[in-house]
């Protein structure tokens, strides 16, 4: 995602409306390896400025996305998640406490697929199921006070 500053000329140059509410978004989201949903940025954007609509967080979200500045994942479960990294990546997430990580995978483009039958895809999305370090670390931790 571009810088803050150069989000503003975008958005001006396509007739959008910057206002302060807007500016506070495309700072929480510039090199947000986070992949918040709209209700997390909300909440942390609400923390800053409060007053600010999760209708306002949706519409930028939304006008970012279809200026190819974010991408919107989801993983199958639960609400869509807004990832300001554009470059070709995957993800992994886990299933513990839901943290999702940008993973790059060499030659996923060239992947051999069985069962396709025709249909071509455009693109390739690997998403890794499992468990992260903290959750990994917490589960063989031992149980403090028991005997």
Do not use: W
């Not at 975008?10 to 910057?18: I, N």
């Not at 954007?45 to 974010?70: H, K, N, W």
């Not at 468990?131 to 063989?140: F, V």
């Amino acid at each position: 995602m571009r810088a803050p500053a150069e989000l503003v000329d975008v958005f001006r140059s396509q007739g959008l409306k910057v206002t302060p509410q807007r500016q506070l978004l495309f700072r929480l989201l510039h090199e947000n390896d986070r992949h918040p949903t709209a209700e997390s940025l909300h909440v942390q954007a609400s923390s800053l400025m409060p007053g600010i609509s999760l209708r306002t967080v949706y519409q930028t979200l939304t006008d970012l996305a279809s200026m190819g500045e974010l991408r919107q994942v989801s993983f199958g479960h639960g609400p869509s998640h807004f990832d300001p990294n554009v470059a070709e990546h995957h993800h992994a997430v886990c299933d513990g406490c839901g943290a999702i990580t940008d993973v790059y995978v060499d030659g996923a483009q060239h992947l051999t697929v069985d069962g396709l039958d025709g249909f071509r895809p455009d693109s390739t999305s690997i998403v890794f199921h499992g468990t992260c370090t903290s959750c990994g670390a917490a589960a063989t931790s031992p149980t403090e006070g028991t005997s």
